[in-house]
């Protein structure tokens, strides 16, 4: 009896869209209202702590705007979590807390968490859901000036990539969702595990991503419908072999 396939789902900020976050590429997006320049770099938070403080500020205090609510493309990845036999390891640019709200567990954010802050000095990890600026102390060590976002900037490197690889190297089903394919590492996990042959690959997206023609199989549509269908039908047909 063949082991059940383990499932390694990749998703980015298309699938918080329909409920009301921004993604970062759309006309609407982030990055057509700030430079990743001066905002999304290490080099950019020495260069005016605040101005970024105040991005990631805002972001957070979006989050516990009551209409920002996971939606039925996050509610059908902790389905299929709970649902399915072998392994579901899901692997999420976002920073928002939308994943864990819909009950995912087996969860990494490869870039950082919104809702986490640490301490340059003494390297505390905090939870936070407040407004942070460069003069709040530290609750650890007491010092100012140290406190920046839980976040991955351009140039950092992403968190989890360890086992990320490790998943990727022995999944059965490698799922990308809302995501536009732009930002590396995440955006070549599909060449990673095409690599291998042995596992299925499917995108679902708006609309093709920069790598949709990596993936055997791509699926358009917005995430709230296409991903409950998807989620149904692994659930009652399997994984198909790797293409
Ligand atoms: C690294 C956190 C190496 C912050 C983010 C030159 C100089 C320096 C670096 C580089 C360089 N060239 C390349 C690089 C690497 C760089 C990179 O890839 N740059 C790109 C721009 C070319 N990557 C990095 O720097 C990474 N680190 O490489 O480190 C290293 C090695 C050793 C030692 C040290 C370091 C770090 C990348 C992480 C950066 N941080 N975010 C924050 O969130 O503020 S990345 C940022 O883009 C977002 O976080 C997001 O996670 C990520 C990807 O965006 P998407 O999620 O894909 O969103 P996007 O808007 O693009 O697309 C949305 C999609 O959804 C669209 O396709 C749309 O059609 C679809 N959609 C919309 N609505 C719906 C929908 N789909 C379904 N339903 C809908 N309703």
Same mark, same amino acid.
């Given at each position: 009896?063949?082991?059940?396939?383990?499932?390694?789902?990749?998703?980015?900020?298309?699938?918080?869209?329909?409920?009301?976050?921004?993604?970062?590429? /759309?006309?609407?997006?982030?990055?057509?209202?700030?430079?990743?320049?001066?905002?999304?770099?290490?080099?950019?938070?020495?260069?005016?702590?605040?101005?970024?403080?105040?991005?990631?500020?805002?972001?957070?205090?979006?989050?516990?705007?009551?209409?920002?609510?996971?939606?039925?493309?996050?509610?059908?990845?902790?389905?299929?979590?709970?649902?399915?036999?072998?392994?579901?390891?899901?692997?999420?640019?976002?920073? /928002?807390?939308?994943?864990?709200?819909?009950?995912?567990?087996?969860?990494?954010?490869?870039?950082?968490?919104?809702?986490?802050?640490?301490?340059?000095?003494?390297?505390?990890?905090?939870?936070?859901?407040?407004?942070?600026?460069?003069?709040?102390?530290?609750?650890?060590?007491?010092?100012?000036?140290?406190?920046?976002?839980?976040?991955?900037?351009?140039?950092?490197?992403?968190?989890?990539?360890?086992?990320?690889?490790?998943?990727? /190297?022995?999944?059965?089903?490698?799922?990308?969702?809302?995501?536009?394919?732009?930002?590396?590492?995440?955006?070549?996990?599909?060449?990673?595990?095409?690599?291998?042959?042995?596992?299925?690959?499917?995108?679902?997206?708006?609309?093709?991503?920069?790598?949709?023609?990596?993936?055997?199989?791509?699926?358009?549509?917005?995430?709230?419908?296409?991903?409950?269908?998807?989620? /149904?039908?692994?659930?009652?047909?399997?994984?198909?072999?790797?293409?």
């Amino acid at each position: 009896m063949t082991e059940t396939p383990s499932i390694v789902i990749l998703t980015g900020a298309g699938i918080s869209k329909e409920s009301g976050l921004d993604t970062f590429r /759309d006309s609407d997006g982030i990055w057509a209202k700030v430079r990743i320049e001066d905002v999304a770099t290490p080099e950019a938070f020495a260069r005016n702590p605040s101005r970024v403080q105040e991005f990631y500020n805002a972001r957070r205090a979006g989050l516990k705007d009551p209409k920002v609510a996971p939606n039925a493309a996050h509610e059908a990845l902790a389905r299929l979590e709970r649902e399915w036999p072998g392994e579901v390891l899901l692997v999420t640019q976002n920073i /928002d807390d939308l994943h864990e709200r819909a009950g995912s567990r087996n969860l990494i954010h490869m870039h950082g968490e919104l809702l986490k802050v640490r301490c340059e000095y003494c390297d505390a990890l905090l939870e936070w859901d407040d407004a942070l600026s460069t003069a709040t102390p530290c609750p650890h060590c007491g010092r100012k000036g140290g406190m920046r976002p839980h976040v991955v900037w351009f140039g950092e490197m992403p968190l989890g990539m360890d086992t990320i690889y490790e998943k990727l /190297d022995t999944c059965g089903l490698f799922v990308s969702i809302g995501t536009s394919g732009n930002v590396y590492p995440a955006a070549g996990f599909v060449q990673h595990v095409r690599y291998r042959g042995l596992a299925h690959s499917v995108e679902l997206n708006l609309e093709p991503s920069q790598g949709a023609t990596l993936f055997a199989e791509v699926i358009l549509g917005p995430a709230t419908e296409i991903v409950p269908a998807f989620v /149904d039908r692994i659930l009652k047909d399997g994984v198909p072999e790797a293409a």
